[in-house]
């Protein structure tokens, strides 16, 4: 039996596992890289197998660092099976329809602007993909597997997909080959965080591929997370600005609203307070959220019994782009939650122009930025930030509440690996090398078995 890693290896996106069992080969996630201009070339390039070759497609979660290069798997010859959960094939299909439809703007806009100088000369001028390879790829989509049930995937394999605590429907997916338990973690979330229910605990394994996207970091509880990020909120309104929530459009939308609601309700916040979630994917992901309430937790399910808990005073879902330039027309008092996450594009992207020059208002960071990305660049200090081919200042306050995060942290990710038992051969994805590292030293001293693979590295197990 052997495994490879063709993405996430020394990098935290680009999700990408194949273990060739000797009678089943199995692709566990296809995501794209992302993060830099560069990352585009990244995305083009072979995927170090033959897709054709792939006869199982086991998906983790539907964010696009995971699910992101499925259609372009399928365009070069994939034409095995994909298996998800339920909620994760619908959020799948609205991720990578809304990743086709951006690379096709994107190649439009590049060839209508090819000599207005260097403003659009980043866009590529074909995309990976378009909507027809979507439609195509989501065809693949013929598993659908709830938590907790084996599913057979012939041939004496078969696979158990476990609540992961990540977002709506993600997943770790223990695989059983014969006698051998091998546990792939996904991304795994912090417990005690709002609407999605804990991760379960890693069931004994001989292999364990785990994320460390926060190796070697802690985060703040759930209820300081909820009290600096009010207080920034009320700092912002009296001082006469708006706050900005660069958010991504699945899970973090979803809880920074479902906090603000609470917040609200509370008296947490200020009365009259006004909130725009300015993204037509997160709107509709929403719309998911209410249909699988069996993703949600206890707390959650006792607010849906009583009352919907993304619809309140004050809260306006933003789908028209004429609707989304408003907003600028608010000065005052209103928070603003618009993609993408890390500021690489996006209607953030026209929201920070307008506010990061205002040193009233604040720009609020909720989930991870990867280097390289504009987002980075602001958490790191950045004095001006480049957008719209124009140099704009920073004087608006950039603050970074990593409670909020969808992954959970160190100790975290220790706790949950704790269930595979210490003789489980442990391989660490999904991190920056610093983040890798500081998980490999931990459970280097607790005489567990680890490994951080290189991009392509095939070990036998």
């Known amino acids: 039996m052997r495994i490879s890693f063709h993405g996430a290896a020394g990098e935290v996106t680009g999700s990408?596992?194949?273990?060739?069992?000797?009678?089943?080969?199995l692709l566990v996630d296809c995501g794209?890289?992302?993060?830099?201009?560069?990352?585009?070339?990244?995305?083009?390039?072979s995927f170090g197998f033959d897709p054709a070759s792939i006869d199982i497609l086991l998906l983790t979660h539907a964010h696009l660092d995971h699910c992101g290069r499925i259609p372009l798997l399928v365009k070069q010859g994939f034409r095995g099976k994909v298996a998800c959960t339920p909620a994760t094939k619908e959020l799948a299909r609205l991720v990578l329809m809304d990743s086709a439809r951006l690379q096709e703007e994107d190649a439009e806009?590049?060839?209508?602007?090819?000599?207005?100088?260097?403003?659009?000369r980043h866009l590529p001028e074909e995309p990976l993909?378009?909507?027809?390879?979507?439609?195509?790829?989501?065809?693949?989509?013929s598993i659908t597997v709830p938590y907790d049930?084996?599913?057979?995937?012939?041939?004496g394999i078969k696979a158990t997909f476990r609540e992961a605590g990540h977002i709506l429907g993600s997943a770790s997916i223990?695989?059983?080959?014969?006698?051998?338990?091998l546990v792939f973690s996904g991304d795994l979330g912090s417990p005690h965080h709002p609407i999605v229910r804990d991760p379960a605990p890693c069931p004994a394994a001989d292999v364990v591929v785990m994320e460390t996207t926060y190796g070697g970091r802690t985060h703040r509880s759930v209820l300081e997370t909820a009290a600096e990020f009010f207080r920034v909120v009320g700092d912002a309104v009296k001082d006469g600005g708006n706050v900005v929530v660069p958010t991504f459009a699945l899970e973090r939308a979803q809880e920074v609203v479902y906090g603000i609601r609470e917040g609200l309700e509370h008296q947490r916040l200020p009365a009259g307070l006004r909130i725009f979630l300015d993204s037509p994917m997160a709107s509709t992901a929403t719309e998911i959220f209410r249909r699988h309430p069996e993703c949600f937790d206890q707390h959650a399910m006792n607010v849906l019994r009583a009352r919907d808990p993304f619809a309140f005073e004050g809260l306006s879902f933003t789908r028209d782009r004429f609707d989304s330039r408003a907003i600028n027309d608010v000065r005052r008092g209103a928070v603003i939650l618009a993609g993408s996450g890390m500021c690489t594009g996006g209607r953030v992207m026209h929201h920070l122009e307008q506010l990061l020059p205002r040193p009233e208002c604040a720009v609020v960071f909720v989930g991870y930025a990867a280097s390289g990305t504009p987002a980075r660049s602001l958490?790191?200090?950045?004095?001006?930030?480049?957008?719209?081919?124009?140099?704009?200042?920073?004087?608006?306050?950039?603050?970074?509440?990593?409670?909020?995060?969808g992954h959970g942290d160190h100790g975290t990710l220790l706790k949950w690996h704790e269930g595979s038992g210490?003789?489980?051969?442990?391989?660490?994805?999904?991190?920056?090398?610093?983040?890798a590292l500081a998980l490999r030293d931990a459970l280097d001293r607790q005489g567990a078995r680890s490994e951080i693979p290189e991009m392509h590295q095939e070990f036998e197990i």
């Not at 990408?16 to 080969?25: F, N, S």
Request: aromatic residues 6%; contains cysteine.
């Open 149 to 155: 049930t084996p599913c057979e995937l012939g041939k």
């Open 109 to 120: 806009r590049a060839k209508r602007h090819r000599d207005r100088g260097d403003r659009y």
């Open 422 to 435: 210490k003789d489980a051969l442990t391989f660490l994805v999904h991190g920056e090398p610093k983040s």
């Open 174 to 181: 223990l695989v059983e080959a014969g006698s051998r338990r």
């Open 129 to 141: 993909y378009d909507s027809l390879d979507v439609e195509a790829a989501l065809e693949r989509f």
């Open 32 to 45: 794209v890289f992302q993060g830099s201009r560069e990352s585009r070339e990244e995305n083009g390039r």
């Open 16 to 25: 990408c596992h194949l273990l060739d069992t000797g009678t089943v080969r």
């Open 379 to 405: 958490i790191d200090g950045a004095r001006s930030l480049r957008l719209f081919g124009q140099e704009v200042p920073v004087r608006a306050r950039i603050h970074t509440i990593n409670g909020f995060s």
